[in-house]
């Protein structure tokens, strides 16, 4: 595609797949954190620290949308920047007891090379837009940083204090300089939520070791897979075309609006979602005929809902579908708590499979959810 007489990458190249299999690691470390924290606190470590992650891997989807590590010089700065995502994962798990500091050391580096690596380039904009862009993300490093050597309470505030600032930065100062490659910037986006929905298998394999093969243990571990399937479903049945098309068609500063609120703000919640769906099901594959304690029942339902209403915010943002019955169903599914904490795991399982299956073929019977009304670009 060209965009202001520069040609923006049409793909995505496989040191960027490398690269996002690197930063999927910090989800399954995520992951980890609500299995070794079901409650209240470990809710919130999460969201923190996805909070600002997700924030630097959007920042790394937009660099390299606009500058493509073609050169040696720029595949290696993003080397770097997987080494220090690398640390940074294995600082998760106890991130807030011990290893925040190193938590903050390889954020700081993260951020470091994404400024380096943008300021290579080529277009005036771009690198105006980022020069603005940079002193918001360094105050934001520099504050998790901070945290991270202060621990205890002061932690939580700056690491809370970084996200929200970051998250805001897009109302302050507009990404509008940014240009995006529809079809690259889709497909990356893609790339790292079929990965991340791929680990809720893995935790279903990591529940698995070392129990034995019975038909309770196929039942749920197949259970597991089927809504995993759904979340695929759910997100590549159509609502990745569409987004592409929607962007490729609105004009440079709407597009690039619409990429933040679409690809950040929407996916923040998906990917959320996955992380507290993989959770339960790594917990319930070794006890699929106990009740489940509240805080696993609310992360699969709560996953379940999250995932449905972060499409829903991707589907309005661009204006590719309706998604009323989705958010429809993000509700319903929290009635099926009950059957997790008073019956059985496996039976939460079951009733959050079948609405999301119910859902998925109301909608393929009724037609394509949109694509609705269409925005016409003057």
Same mark, same amino acid.
């Given at each position: 595609?060209?965009?202001?007489?520069?040609?923006?990458?049409?793909?995505?190249?496989?040191?960027?797949?490398?690269?996002?299999?690197?930063?999927?690691?910090?989800?399954?470390?995520?992951?980890?954190?609500?299995?070794?924290?079901?409650?209240?606190?470990?809710?919130?470590?999460?969201?923190?620290?996805?909070?600002?992650?997700?924030?630097?891997?959007?920042?790394?989807?937009?660099?390299?949308?606009?500058?493509?590590?073609?050169?040696?010089?720029?595949?290696?700065?993003?080397?770097?920047?997987?080494?220090?995502?690398?640390?940074?994962?294995?600082?998760?798990?106890?991130?807030?007891?011990?290893?925040?500091?190193?938590?903050?050391?390889?954020?700081?580096?993260?951020?470091?090379?994404?400024?380096?690596?943008?300021?290579?380039?080529?277009?005036?904009?771009?690198?105006?837009?980022?020069?603005?862009?940079?002193?918001?993300?360094?105050?934001?490093?520099?504050?998790?940083?901070?945290? $991270?050597? %202060? *621990?205890?309470?002061?932690?939580?505030? /700056?690491? &809370?204090? =970084?996200? +929200?600032?970051?998250? @805001? !930065?897009?109302?302050?100062?507009?990404?509008?300089?940014?240009?995006?490659?529809?079809?690259?910037?889709?497909?990356?986006?893609?790339?790292?939520?079929?990965?991340?929905?791929?680990?809720?298998?893995?935790?279903?394999?990591? $529940?698995? %070791? *070392?129990?034995?093969?019975?038909?309770? /243990?196929? &039942?749920? =571990?197949? +259970?597991?897979?089927? @809504? !995993?399937?759904?979340?695929?479903?759910?997100?590549?049945?159509?609502?990745?075309?569409?987004?592409?098309?929607?962007?490729?068609?609105?004009?440079?500063?709407?597009?690039?609006?619409?990429?933040?609120?679409?690809?950040?703000? $929407?996916?923040?919640?998906?990917?959320?979602?996955?992380?507290?769906? &993989?959770?339960?099901?790594?917990?319930?594959?070794?006890?699929?005929?106990?009740?489940?304690?509240?805080?696993?029942?609310?992360?699969?339902?709560?996953?379940?809902?999250?995932?449905?209403?972060?499409?829903?915010?991707?589907?309005?943002?661009?204006?590719?579908?309706?998604?009323?019955?989705?958010?429809?169903?993000?509700?319903?599914?929290?009635?099926?708590?009950?059957?997790?904490?008073?019956?059985?795991?496996?039976?939460?399982?079951?009733?959050?499979?079948?609405?999301?299956?119910?859902?998925?073929?109301?909608?393929?019977?009724?037609?394509?959810?949109?694509?609705?009304?269409?925005?016409?670009?003057?």
């Amino acid at each position: 595609m060209i965009d202001d007489g520069r040609v923006l990458p049409e793909r995505v190249s496989t040191l960027e797949l490398f690269f996002d299999l690197v930063f999927v690691f910090t989800i399954t470390q995520l992951t980890t954190v609500l299995v070794e924290h079901p409650n209240a606190t470990g809710v919130l470590r999460t969201v923190l620290m996805l909070a600002v992650i997700w924030w630097m891997y959007g920042g790394y989807a937009w660099l390299t949308n606009a500058v493509p590590p073609d050169r040696p010089s720029r595949q290696l700065l993003l080397l770097g920047a997987m080494g220090s995502y690398l640390v940074l994962a294995l600082s998760v798990p106890q991130a807030f007891s011990g290893a925040g500091l190193s938590f903050g050391i390889a954020y700081a580096l993260v951020v470091l090379v994404h400024m380096g690596l943008f300021s290579r380039s080529e277009s005036a904009n771009v690198t105006q837009a980022i020069s603005s862009l940079a002193r918001y993300n360094g105050v934001s490093a520099l504050m998790v940083l901070a945290g $991270g050597i %202060a *621990g205890g309470t002061a932690q939580y505030v /700056l690491w &809370a204090a =970084a996200g +929200l600032f970051e998250w @805001l !930065t897009p109302m302050i100062n507009e990404p509008s300089g940014f240009e995006v490659g529809p079809a690259h910037f889709v497909e990356r986006h893609g790339l790292v939520v079929i990965i991340a929905i791929g680990e809720s298998v893995v935790a279903v394999g990591i $529940g698995a %070791a *070392g129990l034995p093969i019975d038909l309770e /243990l196929i &039942a749920v =571990a197949l +259970l597991g897979l089927t @809504l !995993t399937a759904c979340l695929w479903w759910t997100y590549f049945g159509g609502d990745d075309s569409r987004a592409e098309i929607a962007l490729a068609g609105a004009p440079p500063k709407p597009r690039a609006i619409m990429a933040v609120k679409a690809f950040g703000y $929407g996916h923040l919640p998906i990917l959320l979602g996955i992380i507290a769906i &993989a959770a339960t099901l790594k917990h319930t594959i070794g006890h699929a005929s106990a009740e489940l304690g509240l805080a696993p029942a609310l992360f699969l339902a709560g996953g379940a809902a999250l995932f449905l209403l972060g499409d829903v915010i991707m589907r309005h943002t661009l204006h590719i579908g309706q998604g009323r019955w989705r958010a429809l169903a993000a509700v319903v599914v929290l009635v099926t708590i009950p059957l997790g904490t008073e019956v059985a795991g496996v039976a939460q399982l079951a009733a959050v499979v079948a609405l999301m299956l119910a859902l998925l073929a109301w909608e393929a019977a009724s037609g394509p959810d949109g694509p609705g009304r269409r925005r016409r670009w003057s």
